[in-house]
């Protein structure tokens, strides 16, 4: 691992030392031929299609990981359920964007934002779940024995239940944010390879890992050295986004029920005996 982000770093750090502007510069007429120009309709490209994937695969995640759940379920169910979601998960993700392809040509329409957006969610939506369900189930019983005390019905007690498990949800949402920015073969068939800025949901589109996948196997090394500043760009993005979740896990995690007992142990120092 640290071979593989050292040498990212490296390389595509010096290209972006050396032209920092190429980040925030739309691509040229010639962009892919000569490196005229920038990348910046890839992240945009990115940013537009992973952010509402993760927002509509998360409101699906949270509500089948609560339906999951002893209040709903039988535990048959559940599990079966679970099997499922595992196979999801370990499926390539390639083949969901063949999936929506499928799709694409059944509708007879073309490659854009939106099929991409559908793609990324369904690629999430087994991780996220997976992550919320465990966070669920971690959840200590006292908030469901408190909320049904209190005279709280099934759906206030799950909302509560969400909020003790907010964490593992968070870390799920994240996780699942930054498997979708770096995923290529999902939107490969599904937005398209364009070289021109995102202009509407049914344009097509491209993404960081869809234009480094290109560009390094461009001739021309100045398009080249613009893949490994992709690449930079990426790498710090993913690692920033696990830094993240791991600081809003811990922040969260004190709001919990017992929550800021682990923290307190692991962040404060013992105390001494006098």
């Not at 189930?137 to 509560?160: H, I, K, N, Q």
């Not at 593992?168 to 599904?190: E, K, N, Q, S």
């Not at 890992?209 to 790498?235: C, G, K, W």
């Not at 809003?248 to 929550?259: D, E, F």
Request: hydrophobic letters at 50%; one cysteine or more.
């Amino acid at each position: 691992m640290l071979l593989v982000v050292s040498v990212t770093l490296a390389r595509g750090g010096r290209v972006l030392l050396a032209d920092p502007a190429i980040m925030a510069t739309p691509p040229g007429s010639r962009y892919m031929l000569e490196g005229n120009g920038g990348f910046l309709h890839a992240v945009l490209g990115s940013m537009f299609i992973v952010g509402p994937a993760t927002i509509l695969s998360m409101v699906l995640a949270v509500s089948t990981a609560t339906y999951l759940q002893s209040d709903y379920s039988s535990q048959r169910f559940s599990e079966s359920v679970n099997m499922f979601l595992n196979v999801l998960w370990g499926t390539p993700p390639i083949v969901y964007g063949v999936f929506v392809l499928t799709i694409i040509i059944a509708l007879g329409a073309q490659t854009s934002l939106f099929f991409g957006i559908i793609a990324i969610a369904i690629f999430q939506y087994p991780i996220m779940t997976r992550y919320t369900d465990e966070a669920l189930r971690a959840a200590p019983d006292t908030v469901r024995e408190s909320t049904y005390g209190l005279g709280a019905t099934r759906f206030e007690s799950a909302c509560m239940t969400v909020r003790a498990a907010a964490p593992g949800v968070i870390a799920g949402l994240i996780m699942g944010f930054a498997r979708g920015i770096g995923d290529a073969a999902t939107v490969l068939f599904t937005t398209g390879r364009s070289t021109r800025m995102p202009g509407g949901l049914f344009d097509a589109a491209t993404t960081l890992p869809v234009l480094i996948f290109d560009q390094a196997m461009s001739f021309n090394p100045e398009v080249r050295s613009h893949a490994y500043a992709a690449s930079f760009v990426l790498t710090i993005v993913v690692l920033g986004l696990i830094f993240i979740s791991k600081i809003l896990a811990g922040r969260y995690a004190r709001y919990t029920p017992g929550g800021w007992d682990r923290w307190h142990r692991h962040h404060l120092p013992p105390k001494t005996s006098q």
